[in-house]
């Protein structure tokens, strides 16, 4: 029948209108900002700075070595490297980033940074209301508005969060084991070579 197509349109569309007052499937609207969508975990925005523990400079991933610096496309992070080291929050003395900007006002979220950095201290975040009236200072994040913790970093992508959290714990039991061996060869050839060394007699003794 001619029109056959645009009644079967029409129905579907008066369904969906008097069904979104009564269906909650169908309730599309959100009272945004109070109510929003549960975060998608395989969305992403822009970047932001892992830390692990309960302080944020203590515990920064970032050693700073740059290397998302110089792999970012349109050239939108900009670090700083410390002059010395501090403990990170395994007490390991590392360089840290002194300043470390990343302006979103000109990132594409390619996630190139994320992919490139080899110590899992940078992540994509799934916010996306990060609207300022203040085009430099506003969209310019540095490295306190950068960070967030990795509590924050499960809860916005949990199955990718856990592969990176379980990596992490077997390179760190794989180092304490080295160095372990390490610490334990090092005694025994000590006490080989005290072995091997003859004891020299005290002075006035005759020899
Ligand atoms: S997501 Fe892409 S454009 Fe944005 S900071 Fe990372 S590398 Fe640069
Ligand atoms: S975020 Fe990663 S790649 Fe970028 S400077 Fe820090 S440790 Fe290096």
Redesign the pocket.
Known sequence: MVGDGILKGMAETARNFFGSYVSKDRLVTLQYPEQRDPPIESARSFPF?VFDGADWQQGM?????????KECPPKC?F?EKSKDKKPDAYGKPQFF?AT?NIDISVCMSCQI?VE????D??KMDVVTDLSSADRFGGLLLDRQRLAKSDEYYNSIHPTEAAAVDARRAAEQARQAAKAKAAAEAKSDAEAKLAEATPAQPAIGEPQ
């Open positions: 700075l991933r970032c050693v700073a070595c740059q290397i998302c610096e992070i670090i980033p470390f940074c490139v950095c080899p110590f201290a940078i």
